[in-house]
């Protein structure tokens, strides 16, 4: 079953400003994870952030996460051409068995130079 | 390098033909999964493995076996692959299965 749900799923933006997507997630969760993914390549970890926390920042990424609402942000500042990818949040529900992740369908970024 | 390594990157087989799609990580990592990336369906999990001869299905394990004889192998095996299973496989390997995956390139299977 898929947990994570973003949006908005394609988002089309110029290089120099930022990019927000969104995640939404059904049950409670430790910890919530974003992965970009290069057209047909596999996905790579990007952040990591607990449930315990509400903000995490990694270089231009700032991840927010809110519990209460079940939804976590995801903002690249200062987009490039080379932050055109999809963007993935995962979550690993405890629900969801095993210390498993549950990844969303996805969130299209398309940086124009 | 740390990495996460598949093979064959792209694969073209018949139905009913048995294949398997190999997988290697030299991080030393106890788990490791098997997804499948289908367009408008996202990743679903086929299989996991939590350590050396512990496995568990997935979200869609029909048609597919895996092994975990050795900590850094998880082998893919589909032992009478159909047209449905044409799709992007991907391997992934984590120190905990609750924190950050390291994934495979990928190999791209068409069954015909």
């Known amino acids: 079953s898929q947990q994570g749900e973003e949006d908005p799923q394609a988002l089309s933006i110029q290089e120099g400003e930022n990019a927000t997507m969104n995640c939404s997630y059904k049950t409670s969760i430790n910890n919530l994870q974003w992965y970009r993914q290069n057209s047909g390549r596999g996905l790579v970890h990007l952040i990591l952030i607990r449930s315990n926390e509400r903000e995490k920042h990694s270089g231009r990424l700032r991840v927010t996460l809110d519990t209460s609402k079940k939804s976590s942000s995801l903002l690249i500042t200062a987009s490039r051409a080379a932050d055109t990818a999809s963007y993935f949040c995962a979550t690993d529900a405890a629900s969801y068995g095993n210390n498993r992740l549950a990844f969303g369908k996805g969130n299209q970024v398309v940086v124009i130079p | 390098e740390a990495q996460v390594t598949q093979n064959p990157r792209y694969l073209i087989t018949v139905t009913g033909k048995k294949l398997t799609v190999t997988c290697s990580q030299n991080?030393?990592?106890?788990?490791m999964s098997w997804y499948r990336q289908d367009p408008g369906l996202g990743l679903r999990q086929i299989y996991y493995s939590m350590n050396v001869e512990v496995t568990d299905k997935g979200d869609v394990p029909e048609g597919y076996k895996v092994s975990r004889k050795e900590k850094r192998n998880f082998p893919l095996i589909l032992e009478s692959p159909s047209p449905n299973q044409t799709s992007l496989y991907f391997c992934?390997?984590?120190?905990?299965?609750?924190?950050?995956?390291?994934f495979g390139s990928g190999t791209r299977l068409t069954v015909v």
């Open positions: 991080m030393n990592h106890e788990y």
């Open positions: 992934a390997s984590s120190l905990k299965g609750w924190e950050g995956y390291t």
